[in-house]
């Protein structure tokens, strides 16, 4: 009896086998770009813009008052320096993408207190705007930068690299006096963990 049902449930393999599979879904068809975006360069220029403004923003005001002076070596700037020398720049790199003659504003000779050179630094962020509201043909036209052709699009490139580089020297100070810099927290609009049951 035993070898007559081992015998049918092998016979039946080949019928069970052959029998059509049930349907798989088909995958979601892909989502169609949406199309170019309107200003797309400098629209995507504002994304490391945005970002290296706060946190740099940030790492001015964490720092305390008495560590603005502060320099690792005696042949670098200061903390406070870094922080008016990032100032002084964005008002002349805005100013020259926006085809202005920059007006000196020499934050770096003139200020040294916390409050002064962080309502300098923000000021400076604020007139920076003008040129992240430009049409990419706008930022599209030629210019002589430092004795070199480029565009105004070379120039906006700087004036956000120029940033990063500067809050990458104050990553540094930060660090060295013991703090944690603003791009090492928690993004403040981060989302936070459902507490715990």
Do not use: C
């Not at 720092?63 to 002084?88: I, T, W």
């Not at 920076?128 to 930022?139: G, H, I, N, Q």
């Not at 030629?142 to 956000?160: A, C, D, I, N, Y």
């Not at 930060?174 to 993004?187: F, H, N």
């Amino acid at each position: 009896m035993r070898t007559a049902l081992l015998l049918s449930a092998v016979l039946a393999l080949p019928a069970v086998a052959q029998q059509p599979a049930a349907p798989v879904a088909a995958p979601a068809a892909p989502v169609a770009p949406a199309g170019p975006v309107a200003n797309g360069a400098i629209k995507g220029l504002s994304f490391p813009w945005n970002r290296v403004k706060d946190i740099l923003v940030r790492a001015a005001e964490k720092m305390p008052e008495e560590n603005y002076a502060f320099k690792p070596s005696p042949d670098v700037r200061s903390f406070g320096q870094l922080v008016a020398h990032s100032a002084d720049a964005n008002f002349m790199f805005a100013a020259m993408a926006a085809g202005e003659t920059p007006t000196p504003r020499d934050i770096e000779k003139t200020k040294t207190s916390k409050a002064d050179l962080v309502a300098a630094l923000k000021e400076s962020f604020a007139a920076s705007e003008k040129v992240f509201a430009m049409s990419d043909a706008d930022l599209s036209v030629p210019m002589k930068l430092f004795g070199r052709e480029t565009t105004r699009f070379g120039l906006v490139g700087l004036m956000v690299g120029h940033n990063w580089e500067h809050y990458g020297n104050l990553v540094t100070y930060m660090r060295i006096k013991g703090l944690v810099p603003p791009s090492s927290e928690p993004r403040p609009d981060a989302p936070k963990p459902p507490p715990a049951k």
